[in-house]
Every structure is written in structure tokens, then in C-alpha cells.
């Protein structure tokens, strides 16, 4: 299929017949380690996609009293939920969150870098970007974390396709919430490709965020439960920012629309590159339910608020989304913009000095230390240094320079 699709002229499987036994739901799971890395990332983004779909579909179904919308939305949801068992179902068991969390930070830092990269509109490129640079440092702390409980590299979850090495140092990523919202995009104006980019990152920090506010209390070490705690601060931030672009004036059924035309684009862009026969069928299959419930979002439009989809969607779907290597980008944005910082509403070339009002509130969460520092402090007095993974030569950012500003992550 080429980049002439529109789904709207296709048909799929009408979603009255999406429901599946059990049995069939219960997936066999892919390997942790070893294999096509990005196999995991599309499983990590596809279901962080379905659970924000579903939160929608309980959302809009509390605030509409029209019963043939609710039961509409019931039954599509039903299907959701399903797709979203059979997603989250091909990530295999274990001990323990870590090696989970590793897979969802390098999707954190391949999606994030993909996107910026093709993001038509500055404003909201620049956004990705800073948090591009966060998530990067996440990877970084997290892989320290699996060396020191497991003995285990990320590299041999990751590939070799995502560098591991700081970021935007985690104890400086807090900020006050006055930073973390940005200004929204418009809908009428809005490139398709944009609206698509932010609901990407807003279904996949959501997931992030949840996955670290529940998983996060099941290690038993007390710096590890902390790390996960201070991430899962920061995940809250880059749900506050990547959901405050969203235009709050698209209607619920705008939204629907939207939401179903995300999972068609993603479904369909995975299917494409997927190397692992057994997942890519899952993400057929998922594609040819989309497609359905896409036109039954579009049906509701028409009827309850005479809008034509064809006329909110693009003639074909946008360039498909690719889980590939960032390597030479994200090595470009930390040599740039490591000292960027948010004022407001604003991202801007702070040399790394905070607003007033971060300022304030990293002397409150920072007060009495930081887990995020001492997982590196920990694992350079047991080993000598920090775990890297810096395939691609030294780190872009002077060390000397980044020690001298208190940035060096611990790493000597
Ligand atoms: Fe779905
Ligand atoms: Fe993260
Ligand atoms: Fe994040
Ligand atoms: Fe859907």
C-alpha cells in the first residue's frame, strides 16, 4: 500500500464482529532481549495509543446523554479494549517493571526525535525537542538502574540503535506547572501532521506516566522506588505540556474522529515496517478494525453535528511514522540545547538557569537530594563509572563544562 490510502474509502471489519476469545487475546509474547528493538517500541506505542483511546471513550461517554451515542461508544470500546489486551499482551512477563521501563524510554527518545524531526510547525518542534532531551536522560538513569539490580546492560534490550548517555540532567528537569503548559495549536490551521505528532505524544507519555505511577512501588530497593518516583514526576510535566497543544476547542466528536484516525495512521505505518510476521499480522488485523471504527466516529459527526470527515481529514494518510535511528539528531539538539530552559510559555537559551518560579520549586523537591543522582553516584562508586551506551563517540556536551554547572549527571 502506498501513501495514496484513505480510509475512509476502505473497508475493514465492521465493528460488531471485533470481539475475540479469550484465548486468542492471550498473545504469545515476543523476547525481552535480542531481536528487532523497535518490534518492542511499536508494541509500547500501540498500546500507550489504545489506552488513551479508551480513557477518551469513558470520557466522552460521562458527558453525552444521548443513548445511541453511549451505546456507539460502548461497543467500539469493547473492541478497543481487546486490541489493546492483545498489544500490551506481546510484551513478555518478568520480575519486576525495569526492563519494561527500558523499552518505553527508548520509545520515548526514537518517537520523540522521529517527530521533531518532521514536525512542520516551529513552536511545536521546539517543544518536542526540550522534551526530546529528557527523556533521553531518563533512558540514561534507568539503564544505570538495571546494571545495579540485574546486572544486566540496556544495550542488550535497546540494540544498538538508541546511544545511551545524560541528557537534560533529571534533578533540572522539576519545574514549577507555571512552565510546563505551552500554547495551543488552532484546529482550523492546524497541519494534519501536527494534530497527529501531539496526540502521538500525549497518548504515549499518558501511558508512561500511569505505567510509573503503578509500577513504580513494586521494586523493593528504596533508590529504586525513589528513581521511579522522580520520573514519574517528570512524565506528569510532559503530560501537562504535550496536552496543553492540543486546540480544547475540537468537540467530543471532532476528537472521536481524530482519535480513530490516529490509531488508522499508526496501525497502518507499523504494518509497513514491522519485521516480526507474528506482531505484524496483530497490527493487520487492528488496521482492518480502525478502519470501521473510524467510519462509524465519522457517521456520528455527520449526523449529530453536520460535519463531513473528508472535509477534517487529508485526502491520504500523512508519511508513515518510522522507528529509526536518531542517533545524529539527538546528539545535535543536546549539543544546542542541553541549556534550554522554560519560562511560561516559552522555551528559550537559559544557559541553564531556571525561572523564578522553578527555581522555588526545585529548592522544595531537590531540598534533601535526589534519587536520580545517587543511582549514578551508586553505580560509580560500585563500578568505576556510569553505564553508557555512546556508540557514535564522546558526548556532544563538553564534560568539563557540564561538571562546572552541576550537569555532569555524576559521571567523571
Ligand atoms: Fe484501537
Ligand atoms: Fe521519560
Ligand atoms: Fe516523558
Ligand atoms: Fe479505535
Redesign the pocket.
Known amino acids: 500500500m502506498s501513501s495514496s490510502f484513505n480510509p475512509l474509502e476502505q473497508s475493514g471489519v465492521p465493528v460488531a464482529e471485533q470481539f475475540r476469545s479469550w484465548r486468542e487475546l492471550n498473545v504469545d509474547p515476543v523476547d525481552i532481549v535480542g531481536g528487532d528493538p523497535y518490534t518492542r517500541c511499536r508494541i509500547v506505542v500501540m498500546n500507550g495509543i489504545e489506552v488513551e483511546s479508551i480513557m477518551f471513550s469513558h470520557q466522552f461517554a460521562r458527558h453525552t446523554d444521548n443513548p445511541e451515542v453511549r451505546r456507539a461508544l460502548a461497543l467500539s470500546r469493547r473492541a478497543e479494549q481487546m486490541q489493546q489486551k492483545a498489544d500490551n499482551w506481546l510484551l513478555p512477563g518478568s520480575d519486576g517493571p525495569i526492563e519494561t521501563t527500558i523499552v ?2 527508548q520509545v ?1 527518545v526514537d518517537l520523540t526525535a522521529w517527530l521533531a524531526r518532521m514536525e512542520p510547525d516551529p513552536y511545536l518542534k521546539q517543544t518536542y525537542d526540550f522534551g526530546l532531551l ?2 533521553f536522560d ?1 533512558l540514561y538513569r534507568y539503564a544505570n538502574l538495571l546494571d545495579l539490580v540485574k546486572g544486566q546492560k540496556a544495550e542488550a534490550i535497546t540494540g544498538t540503535v538508541t546511544e545511551i548517555m545524560p541528557g537534560r540532567p533529571n534533578p533540572e528537569e522539576f519545574r514549577h506547572p507555571d512552565d510546563d503548559l505551552r500554547r495551543h495549536y488552532d484546529k482550523h490551521t492546524v497541519d494534519p501532521r501536527s494534530r497527529l505528532h501531539v496526540m502521538t505524544l500525549v497518548a504515549a507519555e499518558q501511558q ?1 506516566m500511569n505505567y510509573y505511577m503503578n509500577a513504580g512501588n513494586i521494586p523493593t530497593d528504596p533508590m529504586a522506588r525513589g528513581l521511579y518516583l522522580e ?1 514519574a514526576m ?2 506528569e510535566q ?1 503530560v501537562t505540556q504535550y496536552e496543553s497543544l492540543l486546540d480544547p476547542l475540537e468537540t467530543w466528536f471532532e476528537q472521536w474522529l481524530y482519535h480513530e484516525y490516529l490509531e488508522v495512521w499508526l496501525y497502518h505505518s507499523f504494518m509497513e515496517q514491522e519485521t516480526d510476521p507474528k506482531v505484524k499480522a496483530i497490527w493487520e488485523l487492528h488496521l482492518n478494525m480502525e478502519i470501521e471504527q473510524l467510519k462509524v466516529a465519522a457517521d456520528m459527526l455527520r449526523r449529530y453535528e453536520g460535519k463531513d470527515a473528508e472535509l477534517l481529514l487529508p485526502a491520504s494518510l500523512p508519511p508513515a511514522m518510522t522507528f529509526e535511528p536518531n542517533k545524529s539528531y539527538v546528539r545535535q539538539v543536546l549539543a544546542e540545547q542541553v541549556g534550554y530552559r522554560a519560562d511560561g510559555l516559552d522555551i528559550e537559551d537559559r544557559d541553564g538557569k531556571p525561572s523564578k518560579a522553578t527555581r522555588g520549586y526545585q529548592a522544595i523537591v531537590n531540598g534533601d537530594g535526589n534519587y536520580s543522582q545517587d543511582v549514578i553516584d551508586v553505580h560509580t562508586e560500585r563500578f568505576g563509572r556510569d553505564y553508557r551506551l555512546q556508540t557514535d563517540g564522546e558526548h556532544p556536551v563538553d564534560h568539563r563544562e557540564m561538571a562546572a554547572a552541576g550537569r555532569d549527571g555524576g559521571a567523571r
Open positions: 518505553y524510554e520515548a529528557e527523556d531518563h508512561t520520573i517528570i512524565e510532559h
